[in-house]
Structures are given as structure tokens and as C-alpha cells.
């Protein structure tokens, strides 16, 4: 019994110490993204039928995004743009079918869903990014799901069928000036945190040749073979786009998720030591360069694979993409999805919570991206509950970006409590500041709580009691204090890249 007894000891002390080394090395700053996918109405809208309106799908996201924020996912990955049509208000392109039924059929009652989740998501400290997928056309060949008026009937010669699909052909600079002109609209006219690419650029590869030597002949002066010259259509893209989205708004990040391997080692000195499938030769996706010419502000890998599996390690696709970050910031794409999956590496149910913590271990690393939603809401493998009782049990604010700004804006004063006695048996802890000097950089708030004779240590996030992004906001109310304790509370402004400024004054509160 002693000896059983002492065994439990020593096993509670040992989790104890986990628990307390794995706090001390949940970082305060990450980037905590989830994919949001509207194609084929994967993750949201559901797919729309009579009855479901636009109330409906409203309280739908609200839904999703409330379970997010529980979570402790701080970024929203939202597909507003999933085949050339639109999940916002455009001027350029028709009413997405996926959110309406028809393509071209505007939401009833009227609403903007770029707009709304826009607005919800800042009200939970999340970023939202928009996801754009810049060359597919159609996610089918059926004419009677194309409106008579979508682009590919009015302007087909931009377009090329490959599969069951139909794509831009990124060779003609008229498709280029265009999907410029369509995404710089997105970063005027919404609140958006990001422009986010996926994958999906010249097609994955199938049985028979791209449909585009013609266009080759017509454009391709100036380079030897087909493939540099494919390649350079989409860095041209690339390049045209952060030069044009951080001229609209120099705080919008640009970011793109490639696919998991860039090269292999075996076809260039510089590839990962992987033998798949590579984004540079099947999609003509040069996703290295991008980083190394700075004209991304985040690449976001997508490393749906297992440690070890020989094809595609993680471990190894992980180190490689953080040795060649160039100083940008890498999110490594997880797949959520395959947590339930009865194949090598996904039976152990670890797999996934292993990825975090061996992303965590490297300085290079800022974070991760989950898809997709459902996956996450519906808590395939328990990952979840890993990441809200675990991982993401603590706030974090998304990461800084210096070289898109890295002042500090003017920190918030004479942080005091709220003396206003008026129903005061609601009352715990009601603290007031005064807006900072200098309130046009300022754009939310950070607010700390620390025991009474704790040391202030702003690094430590599981003092964060709110994260808001309300440049408004003068007050707060802090529900979970606990009456006879007292507590010293913090508060500091972030701007819109979440730059933090200076502390307030330390204000002491005790409950009665």
C-alpha cells in the first residue's frame, strides 16, 4: 500500500511538472488560425435550401465563431472567393451559389457576409483573413450551375477546362490585371485583417497536358521552357499583389498556404528532405521565392502529414520551412481532418498534439492553421479539447510584424476603478482609464490581472484577461474576480498590427 501510495506521489508530481513546464512554454504571441471553408458549403454556409435565410446563416457563423473563441483560436481563414464568384458585394463578380443556391442571386434578406464576419470576429479578438482563391473559375463543367452572365461565358477566352473544372489562364496579362483589380477591391472595402491564399494555383496535375501552349507562343518570349515561363505568371501575380495590397493598406497582411513540399533535395540542393509531390514542378507554385523576395508576410505550409511518414515527414518539412523563412512568419497548416483516420502515423491520437509541441520547440515557427473548421468544432480525435484545455488554455495575441510597422502606440492612463455604486450588489472589479494621448494608433486594449503581491510580469499570458480589439473601450468589468481577494490589474493599447505599448499604472483593487 506504502509503495503504491509513494508511486502516486511520484506520478502527480511529475504531471504537475509537465503541466507546469508546458505552461511556462505557452507563448504569449501565436498566431492560432482555422480555415473556414464555403466551397461545396464544406464548413459554412449549410447548404442552402428553402427555409434557410440569411438570419440563419448568421447565427450559423455566430455559432462557429463563439465555439472558435472558446477554443482559443485567435485568426479566421474565411474562403470568400471559392470559384470566381463571391461570399461580399462586388462590383466584378456574381453572388456565390454556395451561400444562395444560384450563382448571381444576392442574399435574402440582404446581408454581407464578408462585412458581418468581419465585425464578429474583431468583437472576439480574432483576425480575419480573407481567403481567395485567385485562378479557379468553376468547380464543375455544368452550365446550368454558371450564371449567363459569369465571367467564363462573357469573357471566355481568359479561361482554359482542365478535369471537371475550368481555370483562369494565368499566362494573359489581361487575367492578371483583372484578379489584381478583384482583390484590391476586397482589401478597400472591407475591415480585413489578411489576403490569404491556398494551394490551388495552375491545377494539380492530371492525365493529360495543360491546355495553354498556345499562350505560350503569344507571351512566353524570354524563357526557355513552359514551366519558368508558368512559374513566372504566378510570381508576377504575387509580386503585383503585395505591391498593391500593402499600397491600399500597409497593415493588410499577404499570405499563402502552398502546398507542404516546395522542392525535394533530390531535384535542387536547396529542397527538404522529402520525395512527394512538389508545388514548384505540379503547380508551378515558387512558393521560396515569394519569402525570399519579401512579398509575403507569412507562408503558411500545409504539412497534413505524419512524423516520419518517408514521402513527407513532418519533422523534416517543418525544420525546412522554418530555415528558410527569410525572416517572414510560418504557420504550419495541420491537418484537423485526418485526426480519426485509420492510416500510418494517425492511429496514435498524440499525432496532432505532437505537431504543436514540436512547432513550439522552434524559434522560426509562429504558429498553426487548422483545416478545417468542422474539424475542429466537431472534435475529431479529442484535439479540441487539446487545444482548449491545453495548447490554447491561455489568451495570445497574434504575432508583430516589423517591417510592415513596429511603433508602439501611446499607452492608455490613469488606470483607476469605477466608482459608480449603482447596483452595486452586481458590482466585483470595474476599472476606468483615460483614452492615450495619441489615440489614432491605437486600436484595442490589453488587460492583465495579478494577485495581490504577485511580481507584474507582462509576459505571461495566463494573466491576459482580455484581449479587445475596441479602440472605444474605457472600462471594463472583471466578472470573474473573486470578492476578498485583492488583485493588481495592468492595462496596455496594441495598434492594428498588435504592437504593445507601454504599461499603464499598476492599480490595486481589493473585494469586499
Known amino acids: 500500500m506504502i509503495r503504491n501510495f509513494t508511486l502516486f506521489i511520484v506520478l502527480l508530481l511529475s504531471s504537475a511538472t509537465l503541466y507546469a513546464q508546458q505552461a ?19 464548413d459554412w454556409p449549410s447548404k442552402p435550401k428553402p427555409g434557410v435565410d440569411s438570419e440563419t446563416q448568421k ?7 463563439d465555439a472558435h473563441q472558446r477554443t482559443g483560436i485567435n485568426a479566421i481563414m474565411l474562403q470568400v472567393r471559392p470559384s470566381t464568384d463571391a461570399l461580399y458585394e462586388s462590383e466584378r463578380e456574381q453572388w456565390s451559389r454556395f451561400l444562395t443556391g444560384k450563382q448571381g442571386l444576392a442574399p435574402e434578406p440582404f446581408y454581407d457576409p464578408l462585412a458581418f464576419a468581419v465585425q464578429e470576429a474583431h468583437k472576439r479578438g480574432m483576425e480575419l483573413h480573407a481567403w481567395i482563391n485567385p485562378y479557379r473559375a468553376t468547380t464543375s463543367l455544368v452550365d446550368s450551375l454558371t450564371s449567363p452572365d459569369h465571367i467564363t461565358r462573357t469573357q471566355p477566352d481568359w479561361f482554359f477546362a482542365y478535369g471537371d473544372k475550368k481555370y483562369f489562364n494565368p499566362g494573359l496579362p489581361e487575367v492578371k490585371a483583372y484578379l489584381v483589380d478583384v482583390i484590391t477591391d476586397v482589401v478597400r472595402n472591407y475591415d480585413i485583417d489578411g489576403i490569404h491564399f491556398d494551394d490551388y494555383f495552375y491545377p494539380y496535375p492530371g492525365t493529360t497536358p495543360l491546355p495553354d501552349s498556345v499562350t505560350f507562343q503569344l507571351h512566353g518570349q524570354g524563357f526557355a521552357n513552359i514551366e519558368d515561363w508558368r512559374r513566372n505568371n504566378v510570381d508576377e501575380l504575387i509580386k503585383t499583389l503585395s505591391e498593391r495590397i500593402h499600397g491600399e493598406k500597409k497593415h ?18 536547396n529542397g527538404s528532405e522529402s520525395n512527394g509531390l512538389s508545388g514548384y514542378s505540379a503547380l508551378y507554385a515558387d512558393a521560396r521565392k515569394w519569402v525570399q523576395e519579401g512579398w509575403i508576410d507569412y507562408i503558411n505550409p500545409q504539412l497534413y502529414f505524419p512524423f516520419g511518414y518517408a514521402p513527407a515527414p513532418y519533422e523534416k518539412l517543418l525544420d525546412w520551412w522554418a530555415a528558410n523563412s527569410f525572416g517572414k512568419h510560418v504557420y504550419i497548416g495541420h491537418g484537423a481532418y485526418r485526426a480519426t483516420e485509420d492510416r500510418e502515423g494517425w492511429r496514435d491520437r498524440q499525432q496532432l498534439p505532437n505537431q504543436v509541441r514540436y512547432l513550439r520547440e522552434n524559434p522560426n515557427v509562429q504558429g498553426s492553421v487548422y483545416f478545417s473548421s468542422k474539424s475542429l468544432t466537431n472534435n475529431l480525435g479529442g484535439f479540441r479539447d487539446s487545444l482548449q484545455h491545453d495548447f490554447y488554455r491561455y489568451p495570445a495575441l497574434q504575432p508583430t510584424m516589423p517591417w510592415l510597422g513596429a511603433s508602439k502606440p501611446a499607452k492608455p492612463l490613469n ?5 459608480f455604486l449603482f447596483f452595486r450588489h452586481w458590482k466585483k472589479a470595474k476599472l476606468k482609464w483615460d483614452y492615450p494621448d ?9 488587460i492583465y490581472r495579478f494577485a495581490e503581491n504577485e511580481p507584474i510580469d507582462l509576459e505571461q499570458p495566463k494573466r491576459i484577461i482580455k484581449i479587445s480589439f475596441d479602440h472605444t473601450l474605457s472600462e471594463f468589468h472583471d466578472e470573474t474576480a473573486e470578492r476578498g481577494k485583492s488583485y493588481q490589474y495592468v492595462v496596455t493599447s496594441i495598434d492594428r498590427l498588435k504592437n504593445e505599448s507601454a504599461p499603464s499604472n499598476f492599480f490595486r483593487i481589493r473585494l469586499r
Open 415 to 419: 488606470l483607476r476603478e469605477d466608482k
Open 59 to 65: 447565427q450559423e457563423l455566430l455559432e462557429i465563431l
Open 438 to 446: 495619441q489615440e489614432a494608433d491605437v486600436y484595442g486594449y490589453v
Open 24 to 42: 511556462r512554454q505557452t507563448p504569449k504571441r501565436e498566431f492560432r488560425g482555422v480555415w473556414i471553408a464555403t466551397v461545396q458549403n464544406i
Open 252 to 269: 493588410v497582411k499577404f499570405g499563402i498556404s502552398p502546398f507542404g513540399i516546395w522542392r525535394n533535395k533530390a531535384q535542387d540542393p
